[in-house]
Nanobody, 115 residues
């Protein structure tokens, strides 16, 4: 099966940047898409960005123009620029056996944006 491990979270000031990485191991060729989600206490987990095997991407309206998702053979990245306090959340990497599926999850990495 597939195992996902996120890294790169931390504390950053508003306006700053962070890059999250998600390292995948296992049967990589079975994955059709990879996504980043985030969740804050008391709110539903929400899609931040996703990317397909052919490079098609989608983004939440709240992060368009600021965040960029990318991938290579074993990792998916989320470059976060112009961070805002409302971006504070636990960020999760996911992978789907079907397009936009979320069959696998990482453990999450905390991103905290201070004002």
């Amino acid at each position: 099966q597939v195992r996902l491990v996120e890294s790169g979270g931390g504390l950053v000031q508003a306006g700053g940047s962070l890059t999250l990485s998600c390292t995948a191991s296992g049967v990589i060729f079975s994955i059709m898409s990879r996504s980043w989600y985030r969740q804050v206490p008391g709110k539903q987990r929400e899609l931040v960005a996703g990317i397909t095997n052919d490079g098609s991407t989608k983004y939440a309206d709240s992060v368009k123009g600021r965040f960029t998702i990318s991938r290579d053979n074993t990792k998916v990245y989320l470059r976060m620029n112009s961070l805002k306090p409302e971006d504070t959340a636990v960020y999760y990497c996911s992978a789907g056996r079907r397009l936009w599926g979320v069959d696998y999850w990482g453990q999450g990495t905390q991103v905290t944006v201070s004002s």
